[in-house]
């Protein structure tokens, strides 16, 4: 009796509801803000489901117009009488039972057939009805219950809610939001900033990021004017990455600690030399839930031996702490040309949120569980990368350069395991290996100062490494040859330097004991005795020496 009354109440007919839903769109239907809500969710990979008391044929269009799936919608569904005459339905004449929002209790029933078939952790329940309030009260319902109050307000689902809200709005401004900062403002720093600073403004659909992201810029004079200023002025470095625009939402700031203050995550992208510093001025400055990514290429020695950029970050200031590594000559990521590089991480939750940080349609990003492997990998290519030089200076062709990199890839790839036991093959095989590494040998800052060091000493210029990064560089580093320096006292350490000559015979170029020429004979030149200005011999191998030049007469050798 009670099914007739509601029934004869509805009393509509398959064209009413045509005639209702062409007449009420979707969007009028919507209250605002919810349309966002859902959009934020879904982009961050959170499923959402429509489960009402009302109609299915009334709820799908809606949940069309929200992006909803219809195997998402929980609704109830119309019986139809069909006429024998016109073989069409005419008459509404019950509900079909198999929904569960056609029982008592239908809401909970539904989240429960949502549990059954999906694996989730935890279940919201958003609503402004007792019906709603019922999904959390009974075993196996939601797990929380949001009250809205933004159409109707019952004083029972309001006391009883978790949390009561009047707009949607401010469920999507409590969706956690990441603050973003960037400590370094390099070449490869603005171009990673170019990309960070789109990603957190335009190509933010799940609203994830905080649109203004800080950058920390070493000052200088720059054009008769501090650097800050010219890059907030401008959203450009003109003096490291001139053209290539950083986005209207980064911010130089010249204070390392009022840059990383409230942050989130922290990119670190700085000469390596200069991280220890950092952290050690950092060490209670930031965030204890934050977590960082490095996108730096070094390592620092100790006297018990080498430690990575990314494990110096994690012991001075607790952070979990990935590594960006890939084929990224700032300037093609600035001008928007296809790229890629890997995220080594060991917390993957972390390593998620960083992709969707990096990721854009013209740089892809991968994950690799190996963060010390694509941290040798950048670390150690630029050591190749200068021997690349040495061979371009040369004037040889691709046989000899072909040679050299293949020989550095596997020095890079044997080192690096010796180092660490838990690096992956392949991760050499990654953009942080073999990709990187061409880049790095054909078009690289490393191999370029290489290049032109070749060049002028087998003209008989007597000019050293340290002169030529001021020259070509325009103030940034040269991590090759530091690199080289800090790899070479772990291998005389070791005893190690015979089983990697290329990295031997390339140290000892760039210290001055060898001629530039003498890179195609780095099969023997580690076996060499070293000549002592007085003319004696040593067996003695230059670790991290200062460099010595090389007489005029050695550069036709």
Same mark, same amino acid.
């Given at each position: ?68 799936? !219809? ?14 005459? @016109? ?12 929904? %569960? ?6 809401? %909970? ?32 319902? $939601? ?35 990441? @603050? ?8 490869? $720093? ?13 190509? &933010? ?5 905080? &649109? ?15 650097? @800050?200023?010219?890059?907030?002025? =401008? ?35 700085? %000469? ?7 952290? !050690?001025?950092?060490?209670?400055? /930031? ?14 020695? =100790? ?6 950029? +990314? ?6 200031? $607790?952070?979990?702490? +990935? /590594? ?10 600035? =001008? ?23 990721? @854009? =349609?013209?740089?892809?990003? +991968? ?33 000899? !350069? ?47 100062? $290489? ?68 890179? /195609? ?14 003319? &004696?011999? +040593? ?11 090389? %007489? ?6």
């Amino acid at each position: 009796q009670a099914l007739e009354q509601r029934l004869a109440l509805i009393n509509c007919t398959p064209a009413a509801i045509k005639r209702f839903i062409q007449a009420h769109p979707p969007d009028s239907r919507l209250v605002p803000g919810i349309g966002a809500l859902i959009k934020a969710l879904q982009a961050r990979g959170i499923a959402v489901y429509l489960i009402s008391g009302g109609f299915r044929e009334l709820t799908l269009p809606i949940a069309k117009h929200l992006g909803v799936p !219809k195997e998402n919608v929980y609704a109830n569904r119309m019986n139809w009488q069909w006429d024998d005459e @016109t073989g069409e339905p005419s008459r509404l004449v019950g509900f079909d039972s198999n929904e %569960p929002t056609a029982h008592n209790l239908g809401k %909970p029933a539904a989240i429960a057939r949502i549990r059954q078939a999906n694996p989730y952790k935890t279940i919201a329940m958003v609503g402004d009805g007792i019906t709603d309030l019922e999904a959390v009260q009974v075993t196996g319902g $939601a797990d929380l219950f949001i009250g809205f109050g933004g159409v109707v307000q019952r004083p029972p689902v309001a006391a009883a809610a978790e949390w009561y809200v009047y707009k949607y709005s401010q469920l999507v401004e409590a969706l956690k939001r990441y @603050t973003v900062a960037m400590i370094g403002s390099g070449a490869w $720093a603005c171009a990673a900033m170019h990309v960070v600073a789109q990603n957190c403004l335009a190509y &933010d659909a799940a609203d994830e990021f905080v &649109d203004e992201v800080r950058m920390w810029v070493y000052e200088e004079e720059f054009q008769g004017s501090k650097l @800050t200023q010219l890059i907030n002025a =401008r959203h450009e470095n003109p003096k490291y990455l001139p053209g290539i625009n950083l986005g209207a939402n980064t911010v130089a700031d010249p204070d390392l600690e009022s840059t990383v203050r409230g942050a989130d995550i922290l990119i670190f992208c700085a %000469p390596h030399q200069f991280i220890r510093s950092m952290c !050690k001025q950092l060490i209670g400055k /930031v965030k204890p839930d934050a977590f960082a990514i490095s996108l730096i290429k070094g390592m620092r020695v =100790r006297a018990d031996g080498p430690q990575l950029i +990314s494990a110096l970050i994690t012991q001075y200031l $607790a952070l979990d702490c +990935s /590594v960006l590594m890939g084929a990224n000559i700032a300037a093609d990521i600035g =001008r928007e040309q296809l790229s890629e590089a890997v995220i080594g991480y060991s917390n993957l939750e972390n390593a998620q949120v960083l992709k969707k940080l990096f990721e @854009t =349609r013209y740089f892809n990003i +991968s994950l690799t569980p190996d963060v010390a492997g694509a941290e040798m990998c950048g670390t150690l290519k630029n050591i190749v990368a200068l021997a690349a030089g040495m061979v371009d200076g040369l004037g040889l062709g691709p046989n000899s !350069k072909a040679t050299i990199m293949r020989q550095g890839l596997g020095e890079m790839r044997r080192f690096s395991k010796a180092l660490y036991a838990s690096v992956r093959d392949e991760t050499f095989f990654e953009s942080c290996g073999v990709a990187d590494l061409i880049a790095t040998c054909y078009g690289g800052r490393n191999r370029l100062v $290489a290049l032109e060091y070749t060049t002028r000493r087998m003209a008989g210029a007597t000019v050293s490494f340290e002169q030529l990064e001021g020259e070509l560089l325009q103030g940034q580093k040269l991590q090759g040859v530091l690199t080289s320096n800090e790899v070479q006292e772990i291998l005389q350490q070791r005893g190690w330097e015979g089983e990697y000559p290329l990295f031997s015979t390339v140290n000892r170029i760039v210290n001055g004991y060898f001629p530039p020429s003498d890179i /195609v004979n780095f099969r023997e030149v580690p076996s060499r005795a070293i000549a002592s200005d007085g003319g &004696d011999v +040593s067996d003695e191998v230059v670790g991290a020496g200062r460099p010595r030049p090389i %007489p005029t007469a050695e550069a036709s050798g």
